[in-house]
């Protein structure tokens, strides 16, 4: 039963300085709730109310014209895609993992190949296999192959933290199967905290380079110096980057950052305040890098206004919602499933 059951929730009188009302999503039980913008002379806050748990306010812009600036353009919501869980296992232990792999909850197993073939089938649109770690699952190249098959039109990819790609052989071996492109998870040195992980990631854009296969490059951002080091990426490896995400922290998953940084912060840092694109939002912004598309965004739990390029999601109950939602709703699920009995020596 999917835990999106119950109404929307009804808010007490509101304060004088509201910018917007919305919906969103309560941060303890995933329930929709009314929400509202409430402008302050430090930002933009987003409050929700949920009947059921306490006030939540959360600080989501501190520069109040460029969020507003952006939340007044025209919006249109238009989703073709498919993020699909094939594991919540993972070969790394990320400070901040927003699928709580590795955590001591209760993770679900991995779903059999026949049930991700009939989720597949079912969706009219292009697949990205995620995880935890996509590439953890033995059977990665027969699940790629499958989803080809179905459709070859389609764009099939991976998301990947690059371990196993720093081996060339293995992508040949995704390339031969099928796959399109890879979303790499490649941030700065500074933020992975560990040089064994850094250069396997250079291994495996250097191995994506050579065999020409087009990479989506993430880089998740807790410091705004973080940024400066992906120039050298773009320039040394622009002809298979086709395309880069920025996200800053969230409070979210297995641990909060101690400093949040926002997208206006990002957005004036990189000297790129006249650069965007319309048909975004205060959560989305489209600039460019070295001549390639860019989107600086950050996660926000605000129904109406979800990334309009968002990806649908299937969480761990098999609910099929979109993206943000959906990380919000397996959060609340998988705390409340509890945790992993603990071992004692």
């Known amino acids: 039963m999917s835990i999106l059951a119950g109404s929307v929730t009804k ?17 303890e039980c995933a329930k929709d709730c009314q929400a509202y913008y409430e402008e302050k002379d430090e930002g933009i806050y987003l409050n929700i109310e949920c009947s059921e748990h306490r006030l939540h306010s959360e600080k989501v812009e501190n520069d109040a014209q460029f969020f507003k600036q952006r939340y007044e353009q025209e919006y249109e ?16 232990r990320c400070k901040y993992c927003y699928t709580l792999s590795n955590s001591s909850l209760l993770l679900p197993e991995d779903r059999p190949i026949e049930k991700l073939t009939g989720m597949i089938k079912s969706f ?12 953890i699952r033995k059977d990665l190249l027969q699940i790629i192959r499958i989803a080809k098959g179905i459709d070859s039109k389609r764009k099939i990819s991976i998301a990947t933290n690059g371990q196993r790609l720093h081996d060339i052989n293995f992508v040949k071996e995704l390339k031969e199967s099928g796959l399109d492109f890879v979303f790499l998870s490649f941030d700065d040195i500074e933020y992975e905290g560990s040089q064994i992980i850094h250069q396997n990631k250079i291994e495996a854009l250097s191995n994506c380079y050579k065999l020409r296969m087009p990479v989506w490059l993430q880089r998740t951002i807790d410091k705004l110096p973080q940024l400066d080091s992906i120039f050298e990426l773009l320039e040394a490896y622009k002809r298979v980057i086709f395309n880069v995400t920025i996200r800053t922290v969230k409070p979210f998953g297995m641990l909060y950052p101690k400093h949040e940084i926002f997208v206006s912060s990002i957005i004036k840092y990189l000297k790129k305040e006249n650069d965007y694109r319309k048909g975004g939002s205060p959560f989305n912004n489209y600039i460019t890098l070295k001549g390639k598309n860019v989107k600086v965004c950050s996660w926000i739990n605000d129904v109406k206004r979800i990334d309009p390029i968002d990806s649908n999601y299937i969480i761990s109950d098999d609910t099929l919602t979109p993206f943000h939602r959906g990380m919000k709703m397996d959060e609340v699920l998988l705390k409340r499933r509890g945790s992993k009995p603990q071992l004692i020596s």
């Open 77 to 92: 919501k238009d989703c073709k895609h498919l993020a699909l869980p094939i594991t919540y296992r993972c070969n790394l």
């Open 11 to 27: 808010v007490r009188k509101q304060p004088k300085n509201i910018y917007a009302e919305t919906i969103s999503l309560c941060p």
């Open 124 to 135: 009219d649109g292009n697949v990205t296999l995620i995880g935890g770690e996509a590439t």
